[in-house]
């Protein structure tokens, strides 16, 4: 009886979700494959330029706006991307001077250093992944493959260092573990397992934002969610608990869990699901983009210009436009001592959920009980300090591999990190819990013939916003000389941690700074210096959280994208963009994609027959 019900539920489902693309009138922006062959990387300063820096004017607004888009981070440019494909003029605004948010790079005494993009996986050929960043840049954004492996896990402290290599491969990665420890093969094959399982299930967090609002709240009343989905089932558990469950070795924990690092929660506090997810992204393999992190926005933004839409930097926003009747109709920029008012009939905000309604949003509308109902299920999430090093010499020379580098001074991630969060800043800068090494000129194919002779690495940790606060107010490269001396403090002690890894550096170092959670919030607009937007705790795994942040805000005409909306991450940006671009719309564009994505894949296969 149970399983008829199921069923009938589940096709109702289906059919809904699915049977929405041909009835409506918007149109396909997946229709066709627009992918053409990729042209030579493009070096030429002032040509990357007019497409990354286009300043704001009031005469670089296009006419007849369909959209105007805050922000520029991948869920900004992904969404107008899609939109503009669909035959929408769409104006991008960007507070920083060059657009990207997160993809943006930037260059310091002849060196070039990304922000936010390390790794991204699922990007093999026929992925979904790979056919939506093809579509979107028109085929133009290349991407490179890591080294297999692709991180390596470092325990313990110098003289007592272990290196475990993390392999990708559904069976490499096993087997690997298993050779590392071989008394533990079951419980590596019940994380396996488990992952697979709950890693690949996280269409329903998709389901749950876009069906209606009842048809949620049921799903999630009956308990027929957690029947429905392994993912939502495990949700509440947190990863710590799970994997204590599988096993009492604390070092083969440590390995199951050492990649919280890419949502920034400690394992007692974070979802297993959320966890599960993030290894089967990268269990295919991990890919960096050719030419830097800097091609992604370099490639989306002329789809968005081809539809008449435009990207505009140095652009503030300072409040979306709300008229009487509550509805949003444009927003108003900052352009030196004035502002510029911008109308559109939708507006659409990759600001993230704080900056969005509690700066952007009118007073008398913040305080709307929705809007303060959103506001209190999320949380800020752990700010980020980043070091960036310029180096003489080649990767071959400096012995660079593209490859990342976790390290923890002990297998007790957990007590390690809380006790580190509470410590004093200064104690914290003399003794990292936490820090993740990566070459990203190493892993650039194109870099020695950008940057001959010269390599970089970028270490990143966690930090508490508290450590910085006191300087908030200080205008950038005028802050006082504790905040220099703080900053040199973090910079010697994961100089001396990249050092242990990368012997080879230590008198090549030409170039080093910092960027702190004041840096963060400058530069991307993170309002407590946050790496990943909203925090990734458990609560917000509750399914009521996960339906009840949605593209569509209390307020009409304004929507969310980005990772405040779906998740963090390139690929967690990007889902929110495909919402929030499926809700504007008023058609389920994840579907469009996937039948482009079969009829890809069928034609290369065919093709494959036809050679062979
Ligand atoms: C150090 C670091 C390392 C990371 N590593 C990886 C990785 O290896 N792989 C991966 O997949 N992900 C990684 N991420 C995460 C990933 O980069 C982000 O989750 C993703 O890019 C976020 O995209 P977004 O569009 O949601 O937000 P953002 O990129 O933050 O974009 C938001 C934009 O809005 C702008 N903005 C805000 N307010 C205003 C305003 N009022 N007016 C105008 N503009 C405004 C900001 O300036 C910003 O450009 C990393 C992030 C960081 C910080
Ligand atoms: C973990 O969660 C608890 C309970 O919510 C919280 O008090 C604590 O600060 C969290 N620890 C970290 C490091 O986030």
Redesign the pocket.
């Known amino acids: 009886m149970l399983t008829a019900v199921l069923f009938v539920i589940i096709v109702a489902l289906l059919v809904w979700l699915f049977k929405r693309g041909p009835r409506d009138y918007a149109p396909n922006p997946f229709a066709e494959d627009t992918c053409r062959p990729p042209k030579p990387l493009v070096t030429d300063k002032a040509a990357r330029k007019k497409v990354l820096k286009q300043s704001f004017t009031a005469e670089k607004v296009p006419e007849n706006l369909d959209a105007v888009v805050?922000?520029?981070?991948?869920?900004?440019l992904?969404v107008a991307a899609i939109l503009a494909k669909a035959g929408k003029r769409v104006l991008v605004?960007?507070?920083?001077s060059r657009a990207?948010?997160?993809?943006?790079t930037f260059s310091d005494k002849g060196f070039e250093f990304d922000?936010?993009?390390?790794?991204?996986g699922e990007l093999q050929e026929h992925r979904s992944l790979r056919v939506l960043a093809d579509q979107l840049t028109d085929g133009q954004l290349q991407w490179a493959p890591l080294d297999n492996p692709y991180d390596v896990l470092v325990l313990g402290s110098p003289d007592s260092r272990r290196d475990y290599p993390i392999y990708s491969g559904e069976r490499r990665f096993p087997d690997e573990l298993k050779k590392r420890f071989p008394e533990e093969s079951t419980a590596i094959d019940k994380f396996m397992q488990l992952v697979q399982v709950v890693g690949r299930d996280v269409r329903f967090m998709a389901i749950l934002k876009m069906i209606p609002k009842p048809a949620a709240k049921f799903l999630i009343g009956t308990g027929l969610l957690r029947i429905l989905s392994p993912f939502f089932k495990m949700a509440p558990r947190s990863l710590a608990e799970v994997v204590e469950e599988l096993t009492a070795n604390k070092e083969l924990q440590a390995a199951f869990t050492y990649i919280f690092g890419?949502y920034g929660v400690i394992p007692k506090n974070a979802s297993f699901s959320l966890h599960a997810l993030l290894i089967s992204h990268y269990l295919e393999g991990a890919w960096y983009p050719q030419g830097g992190s800097s091609e992604i926005a370099f490639h989306l933004i002329p789809v968005i210009e081809k539809a008449g839409g435009a990207v505009l930097t140095r652009?503030?926003?300072?409040q979306i436009l709300v008229n009487e009747a509550k509805k949003a109709y444009g927003v108003s920029v900052q352009k030196g001592d004035g502002e510029v008012q911008v109308y559109a009939p939708i507006v659409i905000s990759?600001?993230?959920i704080f900056?969005t309604y509690e700066?952007?949003l009118p007073k008398e509308i913040q305080t709307m009980p929705p809007i303060q109902q959103q506001l209190g299920m999320m949380n800020h999430g752990q700010g980020?300090l980043?070091i960036f090093v310029g180096l003489k010499g080649t990767k071959e020379e400096l012995g660079l591999k593209a490859c990342n580098y976790w390290l923890y001074p002990d297998n007790n991630i957990d007590e390690l990190t809380e006790a580190y969060y509470r410590s004093s800043r200064e104690d914290a800068a003399k003794f990292s819990a936490f820090v993740y090494i990566a070459s990203p000129s190493a892993k650039d194919p194109t870099w020695e013939q950008r940057y001959p002779g010269k390599s970089t690495l970028t270490m990143?940790t966690f930090v508490s916003f508290d450590w910085f606060k006191d300087w908030e107010k200080e205008q950038v490269g005028q802050r006082a000389a504790e905040y220099q001396n703080l900053k040199e403090a973090f910079i010697q002690s994961l100089l001396n941690a990249a050092i242990d890894v990368y012997p080879l550096i230590k008198d090549k170092i030409e170039f080093v700074d910092a960027g702190t959670p004041l840096t963060?919030q400058h530069?991307?607009?993170?309002p407590r210096g946050e790496?990943?937007?909203c925090d990734h705790d458990l609560a917000r795994f509750r399914p009521e959280v996960c339906a009840g942040i949605r593209a569509k805000t209390p307020v009409k005409n304004l929507y969310l994208?980005?990772?405040?909306l779906f998740l963090?991450?390139?690929?967690?940006?990007l889902a929110?963009a495909q919402l929030c671009a499926s809700t504007v719309l008023g058609r389920n564009v994840i579907w469009d994609l996937e039948r482009l994505r079969k009829k890809l894949e069928k034609e290369s296969e065919m093709k494959k027959m036809k050679a062979g």
């Open positions: 805050i922000g520029s981070g991948i869920g900004g992904g605004l960007e507070q920083h990207g948010g997160c993809t943006h922000v936010g993009i390390h790794y991204i890419t652009a503030p926003v300072r990759d600001a993230g900056n700066r952007l980020g980043s990143l963060n530069y991307i607009a993170a790496y990943y937007g994208t980005g990772q405040d963090c991450g390139f690929a967690g940006a929110g």
